[in-house]
C-alpha cells in the first residue's frame, strides 16, 4: 500500500495522529510519538502514551480499525492511512532512538514556524514505561494535502 | 464542563493545528488537520469547511466528532466532544472566519487554495485535558481588565466629542498598549468611512476614506463584528480592496481620494471592532501592527467592549452638541487680520474646498466651511452654533445621523494640519468660534 516515497516521508518530521472510534461511532485520537515499518515494510508501528490514550486503546481493541495521519507542517503535505487489523504490542527499548529521532526531526521542523522548543518538547515528553505500539496493516491510503486532489486515494505502489 | 472553552481559546488560532476525528456510518475512522476554529461562545465553535472531503460526509451522515487541540503557549491537549448543528454561508460569523482564514492561508503558503466555503457551527458536549506535562504559559502583554477599567474612568471623565475622541486615542496608546490605530466615522448616506483620528503613522490621513465593504475595516462595518487576522494577506489590504471596491460600484470620484488613508502596508496583525451604539454603527475601530498574531480573542474582547463604551460616549456628546440652546447673540469683534491674502476656492459641485490651491476637504465638511468663512466675510461673524448650521439651507445636512459634531472636529482638525491660519475652536456645548488670522479672498467655482 505505501510506496517508497510514502514510506519515507511518514518517518520525517511529521506530526502524527492515530484515531479509533468507539461502538456508539465516537472517535478518540492521541499524538504519536514517531513510527517505523515493520513486516518487511508492510505494516506501520506508531509509538503511543497509554497515559493519553486509554479511550483509542479501547476502541482500537474493540474495532481494530484505525485512521492515521501524517502531516510535514512547513509543506502541508499531508497523508491518512487506514488500516482493519490494529493491535496493540508493547514497546521495545531499542526503539527508543526512532522516537528520539522523530521528535528532534519534528522541533527542527516547527522552530522556524515560530513554535517555542520549550512547548514541543513538552508537548512530546514521555517515559519508557509509558509506551506502547500500535501496529496495523495500511489497506488505503489518501493524500490530504490541502487542495483539489484532497481526499484523493492513493493507488497501491510496488 | 469543568474546563471553559474561553480559557482555552489560544488552541484556535492555528499556530498548532487541530486534529478533527469523525466515524462512517460503518464505525471507520476519520482524521484531518484543521486550519482554524473559531470561538462563537463557550458551548459553541465554528469549523471552517473548504472542501468536501470525507470529514464533512461523516458530518452530514451525523458522525460525532472529536477534536484534539493543543495550546501553543502551555503543551496542554484537549479533546473536545462535538455535535454538529448547521453550516451558515454568510454573516457575520463568515465573514469572521473567511478573513481569519485569507491570513493563515496567505501565512501557510496556500492563498488561493484554501478558501472559505462555509462556517460549520458545532455545540460542545465536552472538553478533557489530556494527561501529560504542560509549561506555564508566557504573562500577558498586560492586564486588560486594568486597561479597560482605568479607559472607562477616562471616557467618563470627557465633556465633549472632540476631547472624547482625543481621549481614546490615548487611551488605546496608554492603556492597551496599541501603536497604530485609526478611529474612523460612518458616513451612513454615502456608505464611507472617514477618518477622524490616528496614532502611529507618519501623516494622520485625516478626512481620508474607505468604502463600506472594503478590506477589514470596510467589513466589519458593513457586518458590524470585529474582524481579526493574524498574518499578512494581500487579499485584505486596504490599497487593494479599496481600488477594487471602487471599480466594482463605478463611485470612484464620489470617495476621498486626495487623502490617501494612514496604514502599515506590511501589517501582518489586523484589527477593525465596530462602534455601535442605539442599534446604529457610529464607527470604526482599528489597529494594527506589524507583528504575527499580535491581537488575539483577549485583546479582541477588551477593545469590543471599549467600543461599546466609546459609542454610548459619542452618541451623548453628539446629541448633547446638536440640541444644545442657541447662546445669546454675542459677536466678539474679531482680531484684525494681516499678512498676504489666503485665496479659498469653493467648487460647488462636490464642495470641495481648495486653500491657495491646496485640497484641503470636501463634501458637508466643505460645505460648512465655506457658509462659515462666507459669513465671516460678509459681516465679521465668528460664533457659530451646530442647532443654526443644521437649519442653515445652504449646508444640506442629510439628518441627525448625520454627525455633525464629528464632522466639525473633521474640519478642525484638517485646518490645524493645514496651519494656514483659519482655526475652529469649541466654545461651549454645540457652540464653536471660527479665527481668521490673515486677510480671505474668496473664490467661487
Known amino acids: 500500500m505505501l510506496d517508497s516515497d510514502n514510506a519515507a516521508f511518514i518517518q520525517t518530521g511529521v506530526s502524527i495522529s492515530l484515531a479509533a472510534s468507539g461502538g456508539d461511532r465516537l472517535p478518540s485520537m492521541s499524538r504519536g510519538l514517531g513510527c517505523k515499518l515493520v513486516d518487511g515494510g508492510r505494516q506501520v508501528a506508531v509509538f503511543i502514551k497509554p497515559s493519553q490514550s486509554a479511550e483509542l486503546l479501547d476502541n482500537i481493541r474493540r474495532s481494530s480499525r484505525v485512521a492515521n495521519v501524517f502531516s510535514l507542517p512547513s509543506s502541508n503535505r499531508t497523508l491518512q492511512l487506514k488500516g482493519l487489523d490494529a493491535r496493540i504490542q508493547p514497546f521495545e527499548v531499542a526503539d527508543l532512538p526512532i522516537i528520539k529521532a522523530h521528535i528532534a526531526d519534528f522541533v527542527a521542523e516547527v522552530l522556524p514556524l515560530g513554535l517555542p522548543e520549550e512547548v514541543v518538547r513538552t508537548l512530546f515528553a514521555y517515559t519508557v514505561d509509558d509506551l506502547v505500539m500500535v501496529v496495523y496493516t495500511p489497506v488505503a491510503a489518501f493524500s490530504q494535502t490541502p487542495g483539489p486532489k484532497a481526499g484523493e486515494a492513493l493507488d497501491a505502489k510496488p | 464542563m469543568s474546563i471553559r472553552l474561553e480559557t482555552i481559546r489560544e488552541c484556535f488560532e492555528g499556530i498548532i493545528p487541530g486534529h478533527i476525528a469523525t466515524s ?16 462563537v461562545d463557550n458551548t459553541h465553535v465554528a469549523l471552517s469547511y473548504q472542501f468536501f472531503n470525507r470529514t464533512r460526509q461523516n458530518i452530514l451522515a451525523d458522525s460525532p466528532v472529536r477534536l484534539l487541540l493543543t495550546s501553543h503557549l502551555t503543551a496542554a491537549q484537549y479533546r473536545l466532544t462535538l455535535k454538529y448543528l448547521r453550516t451558515e454561508t454568510a454573516g457575520p460569523l463568515f465573514e469572521q472566519m473567511r478573513a481569519k482564514l485569507a491570513g493563515i492561508a ?11 466555503l ?5 455545540r460542545i458536549l465536552a472538553i478533557e485535558q489530556v494527561a501529560g506535562p504542560t509549561i506555564a504559559p508566557p504573562p500577558p502583554p498586560l492586564n486588560y481588565l486594568t486597561a479597560l477599567r482605568r479607559a472607562t474612568n477616562r471616557l467618563a471623565g470627557c465633556t465633549n466629542l472632540e476631547g472624547l475622541l482625543e481621549t481614546a486615542v490615548d487611551c ?17 448616506g454615502r456608505g464611507r468611512l472617514y477618518t477622524l483620528a ?3 503613522y507618519p501623516v494622520s490621513g485625516i478626512g481620508s476614506e474607505i468604502p463600506v465593504g472594503a478590506g477589514v475595516i470596510g467589513i466589519c462595518a458593513r457586518e458590524r463584528c470585529p474582524i481579526r487576522i493574524g498574518f499578512m494577506t494581500s487579499e485584505y489590504a486596504y490599497g487593494r480592496s479599496v481600488r477594487a471596491s471602487i471599480a466594482a460600484d463605478g463611485h470612484g470620484d464620489a470617495l476621498e481620494s486626495a487623502i490617501p488613508l494612514p496604514g502599515l502596508p506590511e501589517a ?11 442599534g446604529r454603527l457610529l464607527g470604526v475601530l482599528y489597529v494594527e501592527s506589524l ?10 474582547d477588551a477593545l469590543v467592549a471599549f467600543a461599546a463604551l466609546l459609542g454610548l460616549a459619542m452618541l451623548h456628546h453628539q446629541q448633547a452638541d446638536d440640541f444644545a440652546d442657541e447662546p445669546a447673540a454675542s459677536e466678539e469683534d474679531s482680531p484684525p487680520t494681516g499678512g498676504p491674502p489666503l485665496a479659498v476656492r469653493h467648487f460647488a459641485a462636490n464642495d470641495s474646498i481648495f486653500l491657495d490651491d491646496d485640497y484641503l476637504i470636501k463634501g458637508v465638511a466643505g460645505a460648512i466651511l465655506w457658509v462659515l468663512l462666507s459669513d465671516f466675510a460678509e459681516r465679521r461673524r465668528t460664533s457659530f452654533t451646530n442647532k443654526g448650521l443644521r437649519v442653515d439651507p445652504r449646508i444640506r445636512l442629510p439628518g441627525v445621523s448625520d454627525n455633525l459634531e464629528a464632522r ?3 474640519l478642525q482638525r484638517r485646518l490645524e494640519e493645514r496651519d494656514t491660519g483659519i482655526r475652529l475652536s469649541k466654545t461651549g456645548r454645540g457652540r464653536f468660534s471660527l479665527a481668521v488670522n490673515r486677510p480671505l479672498t474668496l473664490l467661487e467655482s
Open chain 2, 24 to 39: 462512517d456510518t460503518e464505525g471507520t475512522p476519520n482524521l484531518a488537520y484543521l486550519s482554524q476554529v473559531q470561538f
Open chain 2, 106 to 116: 496567505s501565512h501557510t503558503g496556500m492563498a488561493g487554495v484554501f478558501q472559505l
Open chain 2, 118 to 122: 462555509g462556517s460549520d457551527i458545532y
Open chain 2, 172 to 188: 488605546l496608546v496608554d492603556e492597551f498598549g496599541i501603536e497604530q490605530l485609526m478611529l474612523l466615522m460612518h458616513d451612513e
Open chain 2, 198 to 200: 490616528s496614532h502611529g
Open chain 2, 268 to 278: 501582518a496583525s489586523q484589527m477593525a471592532v465596530p462602534i455601535t451604539a442605539a
Open chain 2, 291 to 300: 507583528a504575527d498574531l499580535h491581537f488575539g480573542y483577549d485583546e479582541e
Open chain 2, 408 to 410: 466639525l472636529v473633521l
